[in-house]
């Protein structure tokens, strides 16, 4: 049997003797019937997720559930059963011992977040992996987040131009990142969110008095996932492609902001970028859409003549992520 699995998709299968897991329910209670056919129908994407450390032996008694605590709460309670019996426990106390806890999945995306701008803009593997109840199980992947090879690029020390981008003159990239703090407390394993901001295609005139007036340009921006982070200080080799990055028509600065996925329903956040373009100082804002359970990580902002990986400027979006930029060719 699984230790990780989606409830619905499993439940029917042999796993003990021969029997399967609805069978052993409803043996043990013919009403079990009824709450099978009731989680079936309005809870898909149920998972058992398995807790503890990794080299643990013992069991422990506790059956946890995820009542959508906040796990960035210090004082926040989670919830269990412990012989038919329930009671809470501080969000601090993460089982050490093999627990379980049941909750629904994270990377599930309902019929109605489907519908919405924040789905629209996932880059991940969308699939269907199951069907329960009429009910299609739809999921986003995460690729391998850690990679074989350390950093790459040319270096300060081989590039003669005052910037170290004009010697590359590549595509932006979020090369590495590492975290100490998975920001998902008792839910596995972090989900990041980042969204990269820039000004995009800004044009400028000369007017009538000789000044120079900017006539064209708006922000944009990418946004990209990396999932299975682990809050153990351990580098993650993405490789998030970002934009060519051109000062001439970009601007100077870019801003990063992440977020650890937590799921609810969409929000709307203002962001003002302040950047410099042709020796003009520009300050514009752009609309990015979130979810409301989203825990904010932090943000920084990244100079175009900062230096890039290997060598490069370490950035602190909060005291326990830090990432590098690089240029790559392709």
């Known amino acids: 049997m699984k230790l990780n699995f989606f409830w619905n998709l499993v439940k029917d299968e042999p796993a003990v003797e021969g029997n399967s897991l609805s069978e052993l329910l409803i043996e043990q209670n013919p009403s079990n019937s009824e709450l099978l056919d009731f989680i079936c129908q309005n809870v898909p994407a149920m998972t058992i997720l398995k807790l503890g450390e990794e080299d643990a032996t013992e069991f422990e008694s506790k059956v946890y559930y995820d009542d959508d605590f906040d796990d960035q709460d210090p004082n926040a309670n989670v919830g269990y059963f412990e012989n038919c019996v329930e009671g809470t426990t501080s969000i601090l106390k993460e089982p050490t011992k093999i627990s379980f806890i049941v909750r629904e999945a994270e990377n599930y995306y309902s019929p109605n977040d489907m519908n919405t701008v924040f789905f629209s803009q996932i880059t991940r593997p969308i699939i269907t992996i199951g069907n329960v109840c009429g009910n299609d199980i739809v999921v986003a992947i995460y690729g391998p987040g850690a990679g074989p090879s350390g950093p790459?690029?040319?270096?300060?020390?081989?590039?003669?131009?005052?910037?170290e981008r004009d010697c590359v003159n590549g595509t932006e990239n979020i090369r590495r990142f590492r975290a100490r703090n998975d920001?998902?407390?008792?839910?596995?394993?972090?989900?990041?969110?980042?969204?990269?901001?820039?000004?995009?295609?800004?044009?400028?005139?000369?007017?009538?008095?000789?000044?120079?007036?900017?006539?064209?340009?708006?922000?944009?921006?990418?946004?990209?996932?990396?999932?299975?982070?682990?809050?153990?200080?351990?580098?993650?080799?993405?490789?998030?492609?970002i934009i060519i990055w051109d000062r001439e028509t970009d601007g100077d600065r870019m801003k990063h902001i992440w977020y650890e996925d937590d799921g609810g329903g969409e929000l709307t956040r203002d962001i003002t970028l302040s950047f410099e373009i042709y020796g003009v100082e520009l300050s514009w804002d752009i609309p990015i859409i979130y979810r409301s359970k989203d825990d904010e990580i932090g943000e920084d902002i990244v100079e175009y003549c900062q230096l890039i990986d290997p060598n490069g400027f370490e950035y602190h979006p909060s005291s326990d992520v830090d990432f590098f930029m690089n240029e790559r060719s392709q």
Do not use: M
Request: glycine fraction near 16%; proline fraction near 6%.
């Open 183 to 241: 920001y998902d407390s008792w839910r596995g394993k972090g989900e990041f969110y980042i969204y990269s901001i820039y000004s995009d295609a800004v044009t400028y005139d000369t007017g009538d008095n000789g000044e120079l007036e900017i006539t064209g340009g708006a922000l944009d921006y990418v946004f990209h996932q990396s999932g299975g982070v682990k809050g153990n200080n351990e580098f993650y080799y993405p490789d998030h492609s």
């Open 152 to 163: 790459s690029g040319p270096g300060p020390d081989q590039c003669p131009e005052e910037c």
